[in-house]
């Protein structure tokens, strides 16, 4: 949709940046246990594949995976691709392959049922097949990790039906954390033997930058229960109206555009009848139909991430660094600190003390 000249002034007035000072932190007990699990399994692993969200690049890239994956061989699979658009490929080759001091094994796939994706499914299958050949055993166990809702257990499934014509071996679910502990290993492949461990999905403990975790969470990455639908919803807004052509108010069927999330919330909550007694626009179930517009892909093909060259500059500076510590982590390490200052400080008086001692001997 292009803007008259009377919207465009008022849309010059529309914010710049994104202001959110709370971050989302979601780290359930079952993904420490899943960590473990996988670390516990590595030596029965022959290739590592990891997922990543195409729609947030870099916002999908987990620290505690690439620890993880080490020096194991690794494919890194960007699910979701039908969801971006399609610059983000070769610039996402480009900048991986640039910027990790060596090429990256990297696939941008969807795990469904088309003939594309199968195409794609069969790219991996190829990879697990080079590593089986390779190898003494003549066969291959890969493990597939990643965030959250990414689609590890379709991807799994997909390559179950692809690779030896069989059914779901995984259970899929539109929320993250359906699966929650490391299942068993499942064979995808008859010739050469390909096998598969799938794992639940790992968030990082701690998320420093708040609009890093929005955007993870507006994927599906977190769940709603955890973060703020309407910060996610207010983002999204935010987002669309930074695009070239604001496109969602045919999407949507509403009046005009808007950078005022409860104005766009009276005219779409009106427009599906999202109404509670007395006519009053139901909030919640709105937001939860605007991000689910998204999430389907409704608004369009976007990409989150900025991905000019200031931002990869930034964001691959702050992947070198030590990982931020969280609030709990800053106070166990403070109080670590004043323990071993206090530990020091006694065995300095009761030096001080002995040699006291012996002088007076």
């Known amino acids: 949709m292009h803007l008259t000249t009377a919207a465009r002034q008022m849309a010059a007035q529309w914010r710049k940046t994104f202001t959110c000072e709370k971050t989302i932190n979601w780290f359930p007990g079952h993904m420490a246990k899943g960590i473990k699990q996988m670390r516990d399994r590595l030596r029965a692993v022959d290739l590592i594949v990891e997922m990543r969200d195409a729609r947030i690049p870099l916002s999908s890239i987990n620290r505690q995976l690439e620890q993880l994956a080490g020096k194991k061989q690794r494919l890194v699979v960007y699910n979701k691709a039908d969801l971006a658009p399609a610059h983000v490929q070769s610039t996402v080759e480009r900048e991986l392959a ?10 941008f796939a969807s795990a469904t049922a088309t003939a594309a994706d199968a ?5 991996v299958l190829a990879a697990a097949r080079a ?16 965030m959250p809702n990414v689609g590890k257990s379709s991807l799994v499934n997909a390559l179950r039906r692809v690779g030896s014509a069989r059914g779901k071996a995984a259970a899929t679910g539109a929320r993250p954390g359906v699966t929650r502990a490391l299942g068993n290993r499942v064979r995808v492949l008859e010739s050469p033997p390909v ?10 403990p701690h998320i420093a930058d708040p609009e890093t975790a929005v955007k993870v969470a507006l994927t599906g990455g977190i769940s709603d229960d955890a973060a703020d639908t309407a910060v996610l ?13 604001i496109d969602y108010c045919r999407v949507l069927r ?11 919330v009276a005219m779409l909550g009106a427009r599906i009848g999202a109404l509670r007694k007395g006519g009053e626009v139901d909030s919640e179930k709105t937001i939860a139909f605007f991000l689910r517009a998204y999430r389907n892909g409704k608004l369009g093909n976007h990409c989150l991430d ?5 931002a990869l500059d930034a964001f691959f500076a702050a992947l070198a660094a030590p990982a931020p510590l969280s609030r709990n982590q800053e106070k166990m390490a403070k109080r670590a600190e004043q323990r071993r200052r ?13 040699r006291h001692a012996l002088e007076e001997s």
Request: aromatic share 4%.
């Open 98 to 107: 640039m910027r990790m001091g060596k090429s990256q094994d990297v696939l």
């Open 119 to 123: 195409h794609n499914v069969e790219r």
């Open 131 to 146: 590593v089986a050949e390779r190898g003494a055993e003549r066969q291959c166990s890969m493990m597939v990790v990643g």
């Open 195 to 204: 096998y598969v461990f799938d794992t639940p999905g790992v968030m990082a």
């Open 233 to 245: 919803a207010d983002y999204l807004l935010f987002h669309l109206n930074r695009l070239p052509d």
């Open 254 to 264: 509403i009046e005009r555009a808007t950078d005022d999330l409860s104005e766009l």
């Open 306 to 310: 900025d991905l000019d060259s200031a």
């Open 342 to 354: 206090s530990l020091e400080k006694n065995k300095a008086r009761r030096a001080e003390q002995d």
